[in-house]
């Protein structure tokens, strides 16, 4: 049965327990005990300020009872006083009724703090005592009374001084030992008040100290169970706190209870893990954004290099124009100014003079129709007129063209064979583009040397190659030479171009659904972009013999042009 009865009180204990592990319960534990403490102690003070309060009643009233008795007794000799005058006055009492009734005035104020006296005690003896006390004074103002008939009745003999000194001896036989006896009574209570007054202020101090002491022995015993655990959690919750704040989000709070702050703490930890992950994902894009912008920097340097590059073409090319166009008229105006100085010119100075003009003229004439040419190649202004063009017929006309200018610089200009071997192109543009891939050929071979028109059918594509035995392209240039108004290291003087040429004639090709490449001596080919598949631009080059001037025998430059070949079957005879 013992055992039995115990098992409840175990789970009330348990129960307990659990109820405060709760930061709630704890807190409110903690106010109840600070308002039993705090009413314990008001309710003392409340009960030591009664008693302190009464015995301090006690002593005002022994003290008040006695300066009434003090008075009383001035009253009666003033009394006395006055009888003995009216006693040596021929007639009349003079001043006797008030001294009287002063006297009489005494007894009834002592009377009355003395019944008040009596209604605020509690304890039976104190109130027996006082009312002996009072009973001392109704005697005292009986005999006062009967010394006031006294003197009155002496006061109408003819001995009335002797009458009234024999009645105020007989009052004074009577009435002295009572009131001597009612002072000492009431300067004994005085003096028990002001004992009793100071031994209850050793006793306070002594429950005030003995207090003082248990509220903090009872402070220090809360705090330790209760208080010390929270401040020491909210401490490292505020250090956890300060140092997430600095970055460490791997900072973590040891959570050893169950209570809300244990709580809180737990969700700290879950707070400060997010935080990490959140700062290793910003991390990571931080990484990322800044291998973004590196590389958009890179790129932006680089498309600051080839504006810078463009920009110094551009300049380059609009001085090389300008040169281009003002030798040609300052040779002209020269020829035309040598010619007529004289007064009458002779005819074969005036056929040299024409002739100089007429070539200076279709080099300007060529140079202004480049311009031209490209000028239209940006807008996309010009349409191609599409037709079957007989390549061989389009060799011929390239070579009877650009024939004079190869004789003048001692080349020989060959076309390989090409019967049968028809493109659908724009007749008028891609003679254009052959003409200046030859004048280009013609620009850079040595005196002496050859350059060769070839054609041939090729995987379904027409390719038409110019070659040139001349002094090539320097590795590091290859790769510019399709960039418009790019000239090299080396372009430069009159006659040089204006960089236009090879630009000119990719735009050209791939407006026919082409390509162009270039491959030359120290540098590696060069494909066109929008080619595809592995199949290569140019044909090997074939060696052939022949004399490369000064230079030797140089493998040069071929620039191959491959066109789709729209109508396979169809043949057109070579115009005669």
Not at 102 to 123: H, I
Not at 151 to 177: C, E, N, S, Y
Not at 233 to 253: E, I, K, W
Not at 413 to 427: K, M, N, P, Q, W
Request: with cysteine.
């Amino acid at each position: 049965m013992l055992r039995l009865s115990f098992f409840p009180l175990r789970k009330r204990l348990a129960a307990l327990r659990g109820r405060m592990s709760s930061l709630r319960a704890r807190m409110a534990l903690l106010l109840a005990v600070a308002v039993l403490v705090t009413a314990v102690s008001a309710a003392s003070l409340v009960t030591a300020l009664g008693v302190v309060n009464a015995e301090v009643d006690r002593l005002v009233s022994a003290q008040q009872r006695l300066e009434l008795l003090s008075g009383l007794s001035g009253r009666i000799g003033d009394y006395a006083l006055v009888a003995l005058q009216a006693a040596q006055a021929p007639d009349g009492l003079g001043n006797l009724p008030a001294a009287g009734d002063r006297a009489r005035e005494a007894f009834r104020r002592f009377e009355t703090a003395l019944g008040e006296d009596v209604a605020r005690l509690t304890d039976e003896e104190q109130r027996t005592l006082m009312a002996a006390r009072s009973r001392t004074i109704a005697r005292l103002r009986a005999q006062f009374e009967m010394l006031d008939q006294r003197v009155k009745v002496a006061m109408i003999t003819p001995q009335r001084a002797v009458g009234v000194r024999l009645a105020l001896d007989v009052f004074a036989a009577g009435f002295g030992a009572p009131l001597g006896q009612a002072i000492e009574e009431e300067r004994a209570s005085a003096q028990a008040a002001q004992e009793a007054v100071r031994a209850l202020r050793a006793r306070t101090l002594r429950w005030g100290i003995a207090s003082v002491v248990f509220a903090l022995a009872l402070a220090a015993l809360i705090y330790h169970r209760l208080g010390r655990s929270l401040i020491r959690r909210v401490a490292d919750v505020s250090a956890a706190a300060a140092a997430v704040a600095r970055g460490h989000t791997d900072t973590r709070l040891t959570v050893t209870g169950h209570d809300e702050l244990s709580l809180a703490m737990a969700r700290f930890n879950r707070m400060a893990m997010q935080l990490a992950r959140r700062e290793a994902r910003l991390v990571a894009d931080q990484q990322h954004l800044q291998e973004i912008v590196d590389a958009r920097t890179a790129e932006l340097r680089a498309a600051n290099e080839r504006l810078e590059n463009v920009d110094q073409a551009r300049r380059r090319f609009f001085t090389d124009v300008s040169h281009e166009l003002r030798t040609p008229l300052t040779v002209i105006l020269g020829e035309a100014e040598v010619t007529l100085r004289p007064a009458a010119p002779r005819p074969d100075d005036m056929r040299a003079a024409l002739l100089v003009i007429q070539a200076r003229a279709r080099r300007l004439h060529r140079r202004v129709e480049d311009l031209l040419r490209i000028a239209r190649s940006e807008t996309g202004q010009i349409e191609l007129e599409r037709r079957p063009v007989a390549v061989a017929d389009l060799f011929a006309e390239v070579a009877e063209s650009m024939r004079p200018v190869a004789a003048a610089r001692r080349l020989t200009l060959e076309s390989g064979e090409a019967a049968g071997v028809t493109v659908e192109a724009d007749r008028e543009w891609l003679r254009q583009v052959i003409e200046g891939l030859v004048a280009n050929a013609v620009r850079h071979s040595f005196p002496g040397g050859s350059i060769r028109l070839e054609a041939a059918v090729e995987a379904g594509e027409i390719v038409l190659r110019v070659r040139d035995r001349g002094e090539g392209i320097p590795r590091d240039e290859l790769p510019h030479v399709f960039e418009r108004f790019w000239r090299g290291a080396r372009g430069g003087g009159e006659g040089s171009g204006f960089g236009i040429g090879l630009a000119l004639a990719k735009w050209v090709v791939e407006r026919h659904g082409g390509t162009i490449g270039i491959e030359s001596a120290g540098g590696a080919p060069v494909r066109d972009p929008h080619a595809d598949g592995e199949t290569p631009l140019l044909a090997p080059l074939s060696p052939e013999a022949g004399s490369a001037g000064a230079g030797g025998d140089l493998p040069g430059t071929c620039v191959a042009i491959r066109l789709p070949a729209v109508l396979p079957h169809v043949t057109l005879e070579p115009a005669q």
